[in-house]
């Protein structure tokens, strides 16, 4: 059998029930918001949707702010920029009219040296004034002893009137020799337009002889042309001799030096045929013409060698080196540009 509780346990016990520091309190606080957990939910979710309903009028006039600060900023800016405008113009304004002081200043400088000068010329005028009244008086003087030689001189007009009639007569002897000097005056200018006329007549035909044909150059008396056609050696040579000449002959070594300037013109890095070969007897090189090399010549390293593409034999015929602008023999029938010579006055 259980003993009763004491008046201390049941004071414990009370205690407990009111105060929510106590045991039993806490659990009875813990119970009521679990058991309203789904009211409280819904209470707080009314709460937050009154503060939005609240706030709402306030953010559309923040974004009314808003618009109206980015519409004024943007009439600041533009304002920025019409000041700006007006800025770089009055600066412009500023330097036109100081380049127009400046010219008012020059302008002045030169009006100060022509009031200078034209005070230099007053003073000079002064001086030539004093000058002309001292010669009005010798003037003065002058008319004076004019006047006393004006009766000597009546005398001398009488016997000029005289001597005038002598002189009528040698006039007309003079005219009559006048007429005759016309005459072979008229003779000679026949005679000069002749002449004139023979000598622009001889113009022409010297201008022909010593003249070359078109795209030649002439060079020491003799027309030359590269020509930029690739053709084997007896066909240049054809083509040369359509043009009334040969394939080019360099005798010489300023005509040598010519020739590759005059190639080197049309076409550098290619090689030339010119008329120097040894068909008819190997090593023994002629000109196209059918006289011999001569002391001359203007071979490459190892030339002639008798070798040809690929060391091919009979290379017989004479060209330009495309690399050095010496003299290398070749295969007749490779084809190659070439240089022609011709007389001057051909058509």
């Known amino acids: 059998m259980s003993s009763p509780p004491n008046a201390k346990d049941n004071q414990r016990s009370r205690g407990d029930r009111t105060y929510p520091g106590g045991a039993s309190g806490r659990r009875g606080v813990c119970s ?37 600060l980015s519409t004024t900023f943007d009439a600041v800016k533009c304002d920025q920029y019409n000041m700006s405008t007006s800025v770089d113009a009055l600066k412009r304004a500023i330097d036109g009219i100081f380049s127009t002081v400046d010219a008012l200043k020059r302008d002045q400088d030169g009006m100060s040296t022509t009031v200078d000068a034209l005070k230099r010329d007053q003073d000079d005028m002064s001086t030539t004034v004093d000058a002309l009244k001292h010669y009005q008086d010798g003037m003065s003087t002058t008319v004076d002893a004019l006047k006393r030689d004006q009766d000597g001189m009546s005398t001398t007009v009488d016997a000029l009137k005289r001597d005038q009639d002598g002189m009528s007569t040698t006039v007309d002897a003079l005219k009559r020799d006048q007429d005759g000097m016309s005459t072979t005056v008229d003779a000679l200018k026949r005679n000069l337009d002749n002449e004139r006329s ?26 030359y042309k590269a020509f930029i056609a690739a053709k084997n050696f007896s066909g240049a040579t054809a083509a040369c001799g359509k043009d009334g000449g040969t394939l080019a002959m360099p005798r010489d070594a300023e005509t040598d030096a010519f020739l590759i300037w005059l190639y080197k013109r049309v076409s550098d890095g290619f090689a030339f045929w010119f008329g120097l070969h040894d068909q ?19 071979w490459g390293t190892g030339q002639p060698d008798n070798r040809g593409w690929k060391d091919h034999k009979n290379a017989d015929c004479v060209r330009y080196s495309a690399y050095t602008d010496k003299w290398k023999d ?7 540009n070439f240089i022609c010579q011709v007389a001057p006055g051909r058509p």
Request: glycine share 8%.
């Open 280 to 298: 008819h007897e190997e090593g023994k090189f002629v000109w196209v013409d059918g006289s011999q090399l001569g002391s001359y010549s203007s």
């Open 198 to 223: 023979r000598i622009a007549a001889l113009e022409k035909r010297i201008h022909e002889i010593v003249s070359c044909p078109g795209g030649y150059t002439m060079w020491r008396g003799t027309c």
């Open 330 to 336: 070749r295969e007749c029938h490779s084809t190659f």
């Open 32 to 68: 009521f918001l679990r058991a309203h957990r789904s009211c409280l939910a819904a209470g707080i979710a009314v709460l937050l949707s009154l503060v939005s309903v609240g706030l709402a009028p306030l953010t559309f006039i923040n974004k009314q702010e808003i618009s109206q």
